[in-house]
Every structure is written in structure tokens, then in C-alpha cells.
């Protein structure tokens, strides 16, 4: 049986596929459907500071092979997650990571300090890349200097593996993330959504309540796939691929272009099984190419 | 209630009209226990415009048979292609999700439906009808031919018809109907499914005559299950997603719907 664990600075995983935040709720949403501990981990919703209401509805408008969203980090806050929720997550025993955003880099302090704490909450993922929130989020992600002090800060105060994932919305994906690279950061996570936006003709007004959006889905793969493989070659630390991954061999992609692991986001939403199904089509693509581990395919696009 | 996957095979495909399609679904599995109110995402194979799942109402469920129906509008791409559906073809559906309605016993009980909105209703009256209710139904439409299925739903008690042309029925919006004028007092609970409008103002008319009242919300959504949280409704208690706290909510706990309506309704959405 081919090996499927791979490294991800300090934290081993069972198999490198792992959930897009804001695509698998807190887990708990899919248990009727897979074995969540099945997967080499999951990144739950966005948690904030303080409590958030989101955007005003309309939130979604579907787009060929992918969808637009404006949640806009809804969310309970640290304090409830803290409470609530965390307890909730204890029984998965894979890799539980948390994904941490604020409009403020003291909120994002005070969000990291709070999982920092929490035993079972292995690693976090900054986002610095949400552009559905009009302070905050993506404003720290697309810029260099912002994106390294809020990466700093964290580093200060987190000690367990601190990812920090990159927003495609900028001139230099490679820029930023080795910016974040020389804060501190462990490893990088990339792509967010791409921002986007769609109209209704008939009514002549914008689909969604914030006019733009985040694309997301098959849509935005291969634009995710040339910014995995770019930055995988500029940074030492390891790349996390996400980007409209649906299948086995769309993940299989992203290893070659350079991810150490992968997360499955919009996919979750048409096929809640699409994880279960792309960890059991890795080990027989391994399989039938006769490869040991698949830590081998890290980076084994052939040029 | 748990949740499942299931390929179903389609039975049957029945034309309403030009936009409504009634199909009938059969597994040689038991289908899972449904509720009436809960509804299923349906997975849309071959169009490839399609990307995320369609969420419909559970029709009408027969469990001795062991059939499912679901009442299709066609109003883009996706929803046409499962219009073409055939006897045989498969269709991949995750149910049952949300939450029913509350169903009262021994009462007398009003539903009212507008355009597709009768679609959780079937299953809703024979459920009602079986714990004792005395059920009346009212149904609106734009015309007579936009008014789906009132000879089947008389099989429960009392169907009163409304069409904006006055082609069948009383001539006017649904929300102006006589029944929901001085009889309304008579009913202890009003159930309804509709445009938006119309809802808000079915809602209005009970909490003025301080009659319960459930409905049932339609929204936009991608998972159907409460991960991707862009299906939200403002409530008193903040946003929350249709798909998991409803689609059937009291109508007091959503924000801004006890306030008057003036306009009444159109169907024409």
C-alpha cells in the first residue's frame, strides 16, 4: 500500500487532503456523509475577534464551473468559538486547523493567542485574503509590508505551525508569499478566491448584496495551479494547494506543481464525498504509477 | 434526521404545464424518513452550466410504493434539463434536509400556495389530513393554467382558487381572496409557500388575526447543509441559513415580516 502521510512543517498528516475554510463548516455539517477523520485534516470556518453578521443576502450567484460568494466571514467570534465549538471538535483526531481573521492586526493577535491555547487546534491558517469584508482581510494580503507585519505579529504570540493563506488578487503572488515566508511564516496556503463580480441583464442591478465577490471552483484552477507552481519554486517553506480542486487528478496537479498538500473547497458543496473519493484516487494513481509515497509527487512536474 | 446520497431512478415525468414538471423518483433501497417542509439538492449531470446542486421541496412522498415526487419549474438551464428527464434516467439527490413544518392535530388548518409555491404542500395537506385536520386550501396563479394541481390536492378538504386574470376562481392576487377576509378567524394555524410578497403578506393577515403561521423560504443556495452560509435569511436572532434553521420558519422570527404590506402581491416573479 502506497505511503499517503505527508509533513507539513511540525504537523504529519495522515494523507494530504485537507478542506478549504468556509466550504466544510466546523466538520461536524458532513459526518452523515464521510468519515471526517478519514482526511488528512480539516480547516474549519473563519474565526474572528468579535462577533460577525456577514453580508446582507443575496451572498452567492453560481458562474460557469464555479460560483461567486460574499459571505463575508459570519462567524460567532473567538470567545464563542472557543466555547462552543471547540469542544464539538475534539472527536476528530486528524489535523484540526483553525482559520484565524480580524480587520485589525491586534485582532489577530488576539485570535491566535486565544487558539494558541487550545490543545487540539494544531495548527492555524491567517487569512489575509478574504475579500468579501471591507476592512481587513484581503487589504492585508495585498501588500508586502502589510501582509509581512500581520504575519510577524501573529509569529510573535503563536507557537504551533502557523500557515498564512495568500489572496491571488495581486501583481506578485511570489512577492507576497516571501514576505510572509521571511516573517515567519511555516507554510503558505494559496489560492483565496479570485474577486469577481456578476449582473443580472434583466434588472440591470449587480447579483450579489457587495457587488463583488470571491470565485471560486473549477473556474479558477488552473490560475490557482500557475501561482501554486510560482511560488513553490521561490519559497523554502511548504505550499498548501487550493483552487477548484474536484478530483483525484486535480489534486495529483497540484503536488506536481509543487504542494506538499491540498485543500478541496467548492467541490464540498456539489459532493460532500469529493474528499473521501480524491484520498482514495491518489493512492491508485500511486498505484498505478508504482510510487511509494506520495511525498514523491511534491514538486515532480517533469519540464 | 440523517442525511444521505442516493441515485434515484426516475419513474415517471409529468408535464403540468409548459414550465412545471412533476417527477415521480423510486429506489429499490427503503427511501429515508421524510418530513413534509424538508427538501433535497439535486445534483444536475450534462449541462454544463450547472455547477451547484437545485434545491427542491419534497413533493409528495408515497411510502408504500416507496416513490418520491418533486415539483420542477423550469426557469434556467439547470432546471430545464431536469424537465427532460426520462423514465429510467438516474438522478443523484442528497435528502432529506432542512426542517419540516409543525403539525398541528385534530385542528382546522389553512395552506395557502402560490405558482410552484404548492409544491411542499401535497405532501403537507395528506399529513395534516391524516392527524385530523380539518384542511382548506387556497391557490393563486396568474391564470388558470398557473394553478398546479387543485383537482389533487381536493382529496384533502376545501381548495379555494384565486387567478390575477380571473380566468378560474376568484379574479385577483391570492392575498385578497375571501377566505382570508372574515372566514380567517375560523383556522388555528396557516401554512403557506410563495413568492416572497405574497408570504409577507399571508404572514401579515395571521399576526393581525393572531393565527399561527409557518412558511416555507425559498433562497439561493450552494451546499444545502450549512457549511457555505450564503443562504442566510435576517431573523431576530441574526442571519441564519435557510438550508439548516429552515426553509420553514415562523414568520415572527424574521426580521421586518410582521409589518404591513401594501401592495399585496404579484405572482409575475
Redesign the interface.
Given at each position: 500500500m502506497p505511503g499517503l502521510e505527508v509533513k507539513l512543517h511540525k504537523l504529519t498528516l495522515k494523507n494530504p487532503v485537507l478542506t478549504a475554510s468556509g466550504t466544510f463548516g466546523y466538520g461536524v455539517e458532513f459526518d452523515d456523509f464521510i468519515d471526517v477523520n478519514a482526511l488528512g485534516g480539516i480547516i474549519v470556518k473563519a474565526t474572528t475577534s468579535l462577533h460577525r453578521e456577514g453580508n446582507p443576502y443575496p451572498r452567492m450567484a453560481e458562474t460557469p464551473m464555479g460560483m461567486l460568494n460574499a459571505v463575508g466571514l459570519q462567524n460567532k467570534g473567538v470567545d464563542y468559538f472557543v466555547e462552543n465549538i471547540y469542544p464539538k471538535l475534539l472527536k476528530y483526531n486528524n489535523c484540526v486547523i483553525a482559520n484565524v481573521s480580524d480587520s485589525t492586526v491586534e485582532g489577530y493577535v488576539e485570535v491566535a493567542e486565544k487558539m494558541n491555547r487550545l490543545d487540539h487546534i494544531q495548527a492555524i491558517e491567517l487569512n489575509i485574503s478574504c475579500p468579501n469584508v471591507k476592512e481587513g482581510g484581503m487589504a492585508f494580503g495585498t501588500s508586502c509590508p502589510s501582509a509581512s507585519a500581520v504575519t510577524r505579529a501573529v509569529r510573535e504570540v503563536y507557537d504551533k505551525t502557523l500557515i498564512v493563506k495568500l489572496s491571488p488578487n495581486v501583481t506578485s503572488i511570489v512577492d507576497i508569499a516571501l514576505a510572509v515566508e521571511e516573517a515567519g511564516a511555516d507554510a503558505v496556503s494559496l489560492i483565496n478566491t479570485l474577486l469577481g463580480m456578476a449582473i443580472n441583464a434583466e434588472t440591470r442591478r449587480p447579483v450579489l448584496s457587495t457587488v463583488t465577490g470571491g470565485l471560486s471552483g473549477p473556474a479558477i484552477k488552473p490560475v490557482a495551479l500557475r501561482m501554486v507552481w510560482q511560488v513553490a519554486k521561490a519559497v523554502k517553506i511548504p505550499v498548501i494547494g487550493i483552487g477548484g480542486i474536484s478530483s483525484a487528478t486535480d489534486a495529483i496537479e497540484f503536488l506536481l506543481a509543487g504542494a506538499s498538500a491540498v485543500q478541496v473547497g467548492t467541490a464540498n458543496f456539489t459532493d460532500p464525498q469529493t474528499t473521501v473519493k480524491i484520498i482514495a484516487g491518489i493512492e491508485d494513481y500511486l498505484r498505478r504509477h508504482k510510487i511509494a509515497e506520495v511525498k514523491e509527487l511534491t514538486g515532480g512536474l517533469l519540464l | 434526521m440523517?442525511?444521505?446520497?442516493l441515485d434515484l431512478k426516475v419513474l415517471s415525468n409529468r408535464a403540468l404545464n409548459q414550465n412545471h414538471h412533476l417527477l415521480e423518483l423510486g429506489s429499490d433501497e427503503p427511501l429515508p424518513v421524510m418530513v413534509p417542509g424538508q427538501f433535497a439538492e439535486v445534483?444536475v449531470d450534462g449541462s454544463?452550466?450547472?455547477?451547484?446542486?437545485r434545491p427542491f421541496s419534497i413533493h409528495r412522498v408515497d411510502r408504500g410504493a416507496n416513490t418520491m415526487h418533486l415539483l420542477i419549474k423550469s426557469v434556467g438551464d439547470g432546471t430545464r434539463h431536469l424537465a427532460e428527464l426520462k423514465k429510467n434516467d438516474s438522478l443523484n439527490i442528497?435528502l432529506p434536509l432542512g426542517n419540516g413544518f409543525t403539525l398541528t392535530r385534530n385542528s382546522e388548518v389553512l395552506l395557502v400556495g402560490g405558482g410552484c409555491g404548492v409544491a411542499p404542500l401535497y405532501f403537507l395537506a395528506e399529513q395534516l389530513f391524516r392527524q385530523g385536520n380539518k384542511v382548506s386550501m387556497l391557490i393563486g396563479g396568474r391564470s388558470a393554467g398557473d394553478i398546479l394541481l387543485a383537482g389533487e390536492y381536493r382529496a384533502f378538504g376545501n381548495v379555494y382558487l384565486a387567478t390575477e386574470d380571473g380566468s378560474l376562481g376568484e379574479k385577483g392576487m391570492v392575498t385578497a381572496h375571501s377566505v382570508l377576509k372574515k372566514e380567517v378567524s375560523s383556522f388555528k394555524k396557516i401554512y403557506c409557500c410563495g413568492p416572497d410578497g405574497m408570504m409577507r403578506a399571508v404572514a401579515h393577515i395571521a399576526a393581525a388575526n393572531k393565527i399561527e403561521c409557518e412558511v416555507s423560504l425559498e433562497?439561493?443556495?450552494?451546499?444545502?447543509?450549512?457549511?457555505?452560509?450564503?443562504?442566510?435569511?435576517?431573523t431576530n436572532q441574526?442571519?441564519q441559513c435557510v438550508c439548516t434553521e429552515g426553509p420553514v420558519f415562523d414568520p415572527l422570527r424574521l426580521k421586518n415580516w410582521s409589518t404591513a404590506v401594501e401592495t399585496g402581491c404579484s405572482l409575475d416573479q
Open positions: - | 440523517k442525511k444521505y446520497i445534483r454544463p452550466s450547472t455547477y451547484l446542486r442528497m433562497n439561493t443556495m450552494a451546499c444545502g447543509i450549512g457549511a457555505c452560509l450564503c443562504c442566510v435569511v435576517e441574526g442571519n
